[in-house]
C-alpha cells in the first residue's frame, strides 16, 4: 500500500475525492491542451443532488417556520444559492485533486460558511418550505449613482 495514498485506485472515495489518472490528464498522454481535469460532476445540479444533499443531511422543518436549517427544494430558483453553489462546486472541483489538505480545506473554507449562510433561517431561503417556492426577500434597494461616478477619467 502506498502510504501517500491510503486509497486503492478502485476505491470510490479516492475517485471522487483525489480523481483518476483520467480526470486529471496525468495518464501518460502527450496530449498538452490547456483544457485542464475533466470535472468529476458534469454541472451544478449533478453536484447538489448526487454529492452535497446527501453529505449535509440536516433536519429541515417542512413548514418554513425559522428552524435551524432552512433549505428550498426549488434551490435552483434562488439567485444568491446558484452563486453561492455553483462557487461550492467549482472549489470541490479544484480541491479534490490535492492529496493533502484539499478536501479539509474545502469543507472548512468553502463548504460550511457556504452551508451556513444558506441554512441561515434569514438567509436566501427565508419563506420558502419543502414543498413550496415563495421566497420571502427581494432584491436590496438601490438608488441610482450619479451619471459619471464609476467612468474611468
Known sequence: ???QSPFQPEDEFDRL???TPEDDG???STDTSDAGPELFF???EVFVTDFLIHHY???????GHEKEFTWCSSWWAHTEAVSR???LWRAWETLRLDGGTGMSDWWRNHAD???RALFYSKGPFKGCTLTTHAP???PLPVVPAPEGLFSSP
Not at 443531511?57 to 413548514?63: C, E, H, I, L, N
Open 42 to 44: 458534469p454541472n451544478l
Open 113 to 115: 460558511p457556504t452551508m
Open 136 to 138: 420571502a426577500s427581494k
Open 26 to 28: 496525468m495518464d501518460g
Open 17 to 19: 475525492v483525489h480523481g
Open 85 to 87: 453553489l455553483s462557487a
Open 57 to 63: 443531511a440536516r433536519p429541515v422543518d417542512p413548514m
Open 1 to 3: 500500500m502506498d502510504m
